[in-house]
Nanobody, 121 residues
Framework: QVQLVQSGGGLVQAGGSLRLSCSAS????????MGWFRQGPGKAREFVAAIRWVGNTTYYGNSVKGRFTISRDNAKNMVYLQMNSLKPEDTAVYYC??????????????WGQGTQVTVSS
């Protein structure tokens, strides 16, 4: 229902910053919760951050809390993930997701293609 295209990944030194972007099309962007997930080498998918449609309430995984910030620009149909103080353990493929925003978020509306983030030490 919603197509998501990501950009902004790359290689960065530990302690550095990157911003990931996700562009949405094919649906009513502001009606969905948006989120970011990641999967590192040999690891399971991990929740990173989410932002609700209603009230722009944000949520963060414990491993990134205080370092990452999720935001959205509904006029541009964009969602962002600002990543600061990056650590080698942040190395992963990052995925943008869209989901139904109800009492709980169901991540079944769309997924981005994935963007590699590599943090060197």
């Amino acid at each position: 229902q919603v197509q998501l295209v990501q950009s902004g990944g790359g290689l960065v030194q530990a302690g550095g910053s990157l911003r990931l972007s996700c562009s949405a099309s094919g649906g009513t962007f502001s009606s969905y919760a948006m989120g970011w997930f990641r999967q590192g080498p040999g690891k399971a998918r991990e929740f990173v951050a989410a932002i609700r449609w209603v009230g722009n309430t944000t949520y963060y995984g414990n491993s990134v809390k205080g370092r990452f910030t999720i935001s959205r620009d509904n006029a541009k149909n964009m969602v962002y993930l600002q990543m600061n103080s990056l650590k080698p353990e942040d190395t992963a493929v990052y995925y943008c997701a869209a989901g139904l925003d109800r009492s709980t978020i169901t991540w079944n509306t769309g997924w981005g293609q994935g963007t590699q983030v590599t943090v060197s030490s």
